[in-house]
């Protein structure tokens, strides 16, 4: 019994191939998202094409390589703030600083929404000092080996 046809749509970037209800996504590279070097989704797009098939669009990039002063030190850097990709000229290392800044302002906002307790238990393991505050401000009502 011969296998059904395949079903090829093109995408940006490659084909989307549907073979016995399986979705394979071919490259223009001619590589399949399976992994497979000799997947039956390659050949059906080859097939797709010399029957006249409409040709994939190429992968667009939304956002462009460019140099700006660098949000720690500002320094020239190179890369993209959008894609998170960036290297400052004068210190590799402000990148992740920038990332632990932008991180520490999201948990900041996001204790904002939760309750004055919960706020208080999550800030209390946020450094050793405040911690032992916490600690400090809860004494235990038994005994700690109980």
Known sequence: MPAPP???L???GG???T???QVHLVNKQRRCSCGRRTCRAIPAVE???RAGGQRAPTMGTATTNHTF???ICQAEAHGSLDRKDWACTLD???FFTWRVQRIQAARREALKSFSPYTREVLSAFASNETRAAFVAAHP???PAGA
């Open 6 to 8: 395949a079903n090829v």
């Open 10 to 12: 093109t995408v940006v």
């Open 15 to 17: 084909y989307r191939v």
């Open 19 to 21: 073979l016995n209800d």
């Open 47 to 49: 097939a797709y094409l």
């Open 69 to 71: 002063p660098c949000p």
């Open 92 to 94: 590799r290392a402000h």
């Open 140 to 142: 235990l009502k038994y």
